[in-house]
């Protein structure tokens, strides 16, 4: 039986990466018709990223994943090593682009450029880093992982609940995503 931390990383994966090609593909369409984009849903959309990704997926790949992965697949830690870099430097990252946004919402057309190519590295980031995971990390935890280790992360990662992987968000959440759902292009929203 395929362990639900598995489909869970890789679902949230997909949800993060049609999340920033959706606002890459935004600002692509405001770029075409000559206006500047919609910056309440790339607001929006910014906060997901912060909220979700950020803050509940990669701290449990730091910390519940990755050190049973170092117990039982010493060969992969500098790749753990690059991951863990990459997640720390993430909240950062994640400031820096929602800066680039604000100058670009309040400074007009001379900031389009500067915060259109933080959005496209910012991309190529995350879906080089998700590529490593997938390809490297889940295939050493379906090989060494015991029964318990994967207990343990099905029960931590189950509690995740990203509406974009199928959850009915919670009354908190159910605001921030309508506003993307009913804003965003596809692949997440319906705009």
Same mark, same amino acid.
């Given at each position: 039986m395929r362990p639900? #931390?598995? #489909?869970?990383?890789?679902?949230?994966?997909? !949800?993060? /990466? %049609?999340?920033?090609? /959706?606002m890459s593909l935004l600002l692509a369409q405001a770029r075409r018709e000559q206006r500047l984009p919609d910056f309440d849903v790339l607001r929006a959309m910014l906060f997901y990223v912060d909220e979700f990704p950020e803050r509940r997926h990669h701290p449990k790949e730091s910390e519940l994943?990755?050190?049973?992965?170092? !117990?039982?697949a010493p060969e992969i830690a500098p790749v753990l090593e690059r991951l863990d870099a990459d997640h720390a430097r993430g909240e950062k990252a994640i400031r820096d682009l929602?800066?680039?946004?604000?100058?670009?919402?309040?400074?007009?057309? /001379?900031?389009? =450029?500067?915060f259109e190519q933080a959005l496209a590295r910012y991309l190529d980031f995350y879906?080089?880093?998700?590529?490593?995971?997938?390809?490297?990390?889940?295939?050493?935890?379906?090989? #060494?992982? #015991?029964? !318990? =280790?994967?207990?343990?992360?099905? %029960? %931590?990662?189950a509690a995740n609940r990203d509406p974009l992987t199928g959850h009915e968000p919670s009354d908190e959440f159910r605001p921030l995503f309508q506003r993307i759902v009913n804003h965003a292009p596809a692949p997440i929203g319906l705009g």
């Open positions: 639900l #931390t598995l #489909t869970v990383i890789e679902q949230e994966h997909q !949800a993060l /990466s %049609a999340m920033l090609r /959706s994943l990755f050190p049973k992965l170092r !117990a039982r929602e800066h680039a946004l604000l100058a670009f919402e309040v400074m007009g057309e /001379s900031r389009r =450029d500067a879906l080089q880093h998700m590529a490593l995971e997938e390809h490297e990390v889940l295939p050493a935890a379906r090989r #060494t992982l #015991t029964e !318990a =280790d994967w207990a343990e992360l099905d %029960a %931590a990662f």
